[in-house]
């Protein structure tokens, strides 16, 4: 099975090496294509810098996982282009990570970590994203040790799943363990309008201190469990109240 490995904090960063590691370790044949630069809070944005229709991309060293390439594009792009051939043969599964800083509640909107894997289902590609809750000092080996652990069970599930894998910045031998849990409501960063200028606004962002409600992502993480969550992607809403839309007239000019 091909891997695509690649995350939003960029191809330098040291959770990237975790999990190419950790699927490496459960069998995965991995490629690494991850941005140039640092794009935390991309989504599924397709922002990439070309020159004459070329997305740009250099090889790196390699860690001993596979192929490694720097690319000047955000994650959802890698993974488009990944999907087509751009990086070798085309990957049966897309994983993102480790990012460093948790990624729950709905925030997870903006999270360039879970909008590479949400794309890569839209491709019919199965996707895991995996953060590590933040910390001066990551405990990377944790996050390998959970990875490789959810991948064995990914890569032999039948099922076309998108999980998005939260793990507590603690020791491996303080994990309580890896549960299912819902989105919470909000994510762990606040985010505050400091000033405003002249032209510009500036903001802060700040990490939550909240009693988060049970079951969710936020309170599993904060309670020192790991915890994923099945996401989809495009979708509608059917529960939607949208009764007498479809009278809605609408009245263009006449040429």
């Not at 004459?52 to 993974?79: K, N, Q, Y």
């Not at 299912?180 to 500036?202: C, D, I």
């Not at 990490?207 to 509608?236: M, R, W």
Request: hydrophobic share 45%.
């Amino acid at each position: 099975m091909r891997a695509l490995v690649t995350n939003d904090d960029g191809v330098d960063s040291t959770g990237i090496r975790a999990l190419a590691l950790a699927a490496k370790a459960v069998g995965l044949e991995v490629t690494v294509a991850a941005p140039a630069w640092d794009s935390s809070g991309a989504s599924a944005s397709l922002t990439g810098v070309q020159l004459d229709g070329r997305l740009l991309f250099e090889s790196r060293p390699e860690w001993g996982t596979g192929p490694v390439f720097g690319v000047e594009a955000a994650p959802a792009f890698i993974v488009r282009a990944a999907v087509h051939g751009a990086f070798g043969d085309p990957p049966d599964i897309v994983l993102s990570g480790v990012n460093n800083g948790p990624n729950t509640g709905h925030a997870i909107l903006h999270s360039g970590t879970v909008g590479a894997v949400l794309t890569a289902s839209t491709f019919g590609r199965p996707g895991v994203a995996f953060s590590l809750g933040a910390s001066a000092t990551p405990q990377w080996d944790t996050a390998e040790a959970i990875a490789a652990t959810v991948l064995r069970w990914v890569v032999e599930s039948p099922r076309q799943l998108v999980l998005n894998v939260n793990v507590p910045n603690v020791a491996l031998a303080d994990v309580k363990g890896i549960v299912p849990a819902r989105l919470a409501a909000f994510g762990a960063v606040q985010t505050n309008l400091t000033e405003a200028g002249e032209g510009y606004v500036k903001f802060a962002f700040t990490e939550i201190e909240a009693e988060y409600e049970d079951g969710t992502d936020a309170a599993a993480l904060a309670q020192g469990y790991a915890c994923y969550t099945a996401l989809s992607a495009v979708c509608e809403n059917e529960g939607a109240d949208i009764a007498g839309l479809d009278q809605l007239q609408v009245s263009l000019p006449a040429h």
